[in-house]
């Protein structure tokens, strides 16, 4: 069972560099999340998606950019990277809405701006 | 405001004993859900328990148990009889019937001594 997939799992960057976080799911969950995770920090939601073609900002969405262009698809794309956004990432799913479904996660992406 | 609230920053304890994380919530939905995330050394998180806000039964599943009491809006965490494989960080989290977002303490970081 898959799951929430997340690659890579490891990046070096270098500083005003891009790049695309990739993440899929093979969950058919129609909600899709992007969360970083500071050293020692809870999780910060950064977009999140309700479904394909639909995207909200979550809580530190600045120097971030997502798409939804399928169900199963959810990138976050890093622009011109600083090393504020040296984190680990975590994309996650869950089925539908407030109905209290469990929110699933990939295995994490950690990534480092130089 | 939704708000989770994980006081305790980092834990030790001699393996054997048994040790009770706190979480706190606030919240303005009458229907919510709750729930634990194990993060281990290796870095994913692992779903352990959903509860919905109309069921205050307390649960237990092998060592671990969890204590769910809406009069002081909070949901414990109890691991009974410690074990080195339980270091961890652990993350409580809240869910609303009414929004799309879940909401994650900052964490606890339980170290079980051998």
């Known amino acids: ?114 | 405001a939704q708000k989770v609230t994980q006081a305790q920053t980092e834990i030790s304890v001699v393996e054997k004993e048994d040790v009770t994380l706190d979480c706190v919530y606030e919240t303005r939905d009458t229907t919510y859900y709750l729930f634990w995330y194990k993060q281990p050394p290796s870095g994913e998180l692992v779903f352990l328990i959903r509860r919905n806000s109309f069921d205050e039964q307390n649960e237990i599943s092998g060592r671990y148990s969890w204590n769910f009491q809406k009069s002081t809006s909070s949901f414990n965490f109890t691991i009974t009889a410690s074990q080195v494989v339980d270091s961890a960080v652990y993350f409580c989290a809240l869910s609303e019937a009414t929004g799309n977002q879940f909401y994650f303490g900052t964490g606890t970081s339980l170290t079980v001594i051998p």
């Open chain 1, 1 to 114: 069972n898959a799951g929430v997939t997340q690659t890579p799992k490891f990046r070096i960057l270098k500083i005003g560099q891009s790049m695309t976080l990739q993440c899929t799911q093979d969950m058919n969950h129609n909600y899709m999340y992007w969360y970083r995770q500071d050293p020692g920090m809870g999780l910060k939601l950064i977009y999140y998606s309700v479904g394909a073609g639909i995207t909200d900002k979550g809580e530190v969405p600045n120097g971030y950019n997502v798409s939804r262009s399928t169900t199963e698809d959810f990138p976050l794309r890093l622009e011109l990277a600083a090393p504020s956004q040296t984190s680990v990432y975590f994309c996650a799913s869950k089925r539908q809405g407030g109905n209290g479904n469990t929110i699933y996660f990939g295995e994490g992406s950690w990534l480092t701006v130089v």
